[in-house]
């Protein structure tokens, strides 16, 4: 399973930008995808998530800015990021909880390579 994520960049303060991860791959089904990162000097935190037929989870400090959404038939996940601020500039690394079989105890955590996003003027 490989998940690719896409999307980062150079954005000014109050600017938006829209992160896409698609999982590929032996892949069953998805439980739980979902946005982290790891700006410099920190340690990587979760920014929002999605289960499957549940609410989304987010971050304090995105709440009201993020937006994460999931299309289940494309094994993709997203996070629209709006009025983005300078100490949002970290790697965002999208996140999947995969079951690989029919077995629901065949689940493994997958991470993708991550994209970087910089908010500066």
């Known amino acids: 399973v490989q998940l690719q994520a896409s999307g980062g960049g150079l954005v000014q303060p109050g600017g938006s930008l829209r992160l896409s991860c698609a999982a590929s791959g032996g892949i069953w089904s998805i439980d739980y995808m979902g946005w982290y990162r790891q700006g410099p000097g920190h340690q990587r935190d979760q920014v929002a998530g999605i289960i499957s037929g549940r609410s989304p989870i987010y971050a304090d400090s995105v709440k009201g800015r993020f937006t994460v959404s999931r299309d289940n038939a494309k094994n993709t996940v997203y996070l629209q990021m709006n009025s983005l601020k300078p100490e949002d500039t970290a790697v965002y690394y999208c996140?999947?909880?995969?079951?690989?079989?029919?077995?629901?105890?065949?689940?493994?955590?997958?991470w993708g390579k991550g994209t970087l996003v910089t908010v500066s003027s």
């Open positions: 996140n999947a909880n995969v079951r690989l079989t029919a077995n629901p105890d065949d689940v493994m955590d997958y």
